[in-house]
């Protein structure tokens, strides 16, 4: 081989790896998903104190679950396709933790983006249908569409209306009990999130 085009070539590989470890964040983010994720915990954001309405029709904030965790889930409950895989595995993390956390420690709200279509009756079902007690797991909307729409920028999720629903992205989300946005896991892996909730949360 040419010594021109050999030293050429390996110039060029290490110019190429140079630039996917300064664009991939140190080789973390090969997807824009993994991107995502990385971009929005850098900066730890702090989650806006929107006002949900839950299955009971009641209003709360986020604000009275300071000094708490809060595990969140983004969904809408006409989805078919992967809603229901997220909420059945935020139905496992929920039900394989230590109630002592879920009393004291640790708080769930499965939100959905879709106020106009969510009501409380709707969502009530929801709850139902995935055994959420109501009370250290709640099912709730944001009415408010500005709010809305804040809460889901902080969190990078990304919703996009199609025909009869919405393509998003989908994760849990923790929220520490300063009111911010701390981690945000694989929803395929909820063995991996009660591990580490149970190391994190005590």
């Not at 997807?31 to 104190?49: C, F, G």
């Not at 889930?73 to 933790?97: H, Q, R, W």
């Not at 849990?172 to 946005?181: C, N, S, W």
């Amino acid at each position: 081989m040419d010594k021109k085009y050999f030293f050429m070539t390996i110039g060029l590989t290490i110019l190429g790896t140079a630039i996917l470890f300064f664009y991939s964040d140190h080789f973390r983010a090969f997807t824009a998903e993994q991107a995502r994720k990385i971009n929005v915990l850098q900066e730890s954001p702090i989650v806006p104190n929107v006002t949900f309405e839950d299955s009971k029709g009641e209003s709360f904030t986020l604000s009275e679950y300071q000094g708490k965790y809060v595990l969140a889930t983004f969904f809408y409950a006409t989805c078919g396709d992967v809603c229901p895989v997220v909420e059945m595995n935020f139905n496992k993390i929920y039900s394989s933790l230590p109630k002592r956390i879920l009393r004291d420690k640790l708080h769930f709200i499965s939100i959905s983006f879709d106020p106009k279509r969510d009501t409380p009756e709707m969502l009530e079902h929801h709850r139902e249908l995935y055994e959420a007690d109501g009370v250290n797991w709640r099912i709730a909307t944001v009415p408010d569409q500005k709010e809305l729409k804040l809460l889901l920028k902080m969190a990078g999720v990304i919703v996009i209306p199609i025909e009869n629903g919405f393509e998003h992205n989908a994760a849990f989300y923790l929220i520490d009990p300063k009111g911010r946005l701390i981690q945000i896991y694989d929803y395929n892996s909820p063995d991996k999130v009660v591990e580490e909730l149970n190391l994190r949360v005590k």
